[in-house]
């Protein structure tokens, strides 16, 4: 138990889904799930733990932003053992030539987070996916004929930019393709603690051609989004 959790030990598998959402976590629990039971509620943050193709899986709802989901994923990782995170969510586009509903596999987040940026002085760290979790990612998309890109994400504390677009115009210059609000904290937490973590994003909104998903083409491109992740998790 914790202050935003009340599972008991055990309670999770671990390997662990992490979408923003708790609608969304309650979705991928009642869809994919075999067996699915809810293990929290607190703050009406949901998390499910049941089996994917006979295998354990959890999913827990990390909330918007960076702050929040270094909560529950500390919690995860420190109380309840988890060891392989996958944040499952979307992201606005910086780069013309990725699509509505195209995948993003992340390997790289770039940030303005204190969260990461305060903890190593001088030193810019480079939060990055685990290796061996994008390398299955990759294989499984194209083995399911998913179209995806792999590259650097932006990892933003601020969703209204006072600026707009050319608050951000040097990070698409440098081929950073979207932006998202979670995996660069989710990578140093990662980090720090020694296990595996991916963020795979369905790009819903691109800040550069204004064109955005149908409410009908995002929840297939969820599902898409969702199954890949939970192979690649149940696998890891
Ligand atoms: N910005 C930040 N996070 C997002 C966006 C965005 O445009 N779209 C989906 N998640």
């Not at 303005?112 to 499984?140: C, E, M, Q, T």
């Not at 795979?200 to 149908?214: A, F, P, V």
Request: hydrophobic share 45%.
């Amino acid at each position: 138990m914790t202050p935003h959790n009340h599972a008991k030990q055990g309670d999770y598998a671990e390997a662990v889904l992490l979408p923003g959402d708790p609608l969304r976590a309650k979705w991928i629990a009642e869809t994919f799930f075999e067996n699915p039971k809810l293990v929290n509620s607190v703050r009406n943050c949901l998390g499910y733990t049941g089996t994917w193709k006979g295998k354990p899986i959890s999913v827990q709802a990390s909330g918007m932003g960076q702050p929040s989901l270094s909560i529950y994923v500390h919690e995860l990782i420190n109380t309840y053992g988890a060891k392989t995170l996958i944040r499952v969510g979307t992201c606005g586009g910086l780069n013309a030539k990725v699509k509505v509903r195209d995948v993003i596999l992340v390997q790289a987040a770039s940030t303005d987070s204190a969260i990461v940026k305060g903890r190593f002085g001088a030193f810019n760290f480079a939060p990055i996916a685990d290796f061996g979790l994008l390398r299955s990612a990759a294989d499984k998309a194209d083995a399911k004929g998913l179209k995806f890109h792999a590259g650097n994400m932006l990892s933003s504390d601020i969703f209204y930019h006072v600026d707009g677009f050319a608050g951000y115009d040097k990070l698409p210059d440098h081929g950073v393709i979207g932006v998202e609000m979670e995996a660069a904290a989710l990578y140093t937490l990662a980090a720090r603690f020694g296990v595996k973590a991916l963020t795979i994003c369905t790009m819903t909104d691109c800040l550069i051609t204004h064109e955005e998903i149908s409410a009908d083409a995002r929840q297939t491109s969820l599902k898409d989004m969702v199954e890949l992740a939970l192979d690649v998790a149940v696998e890891a």
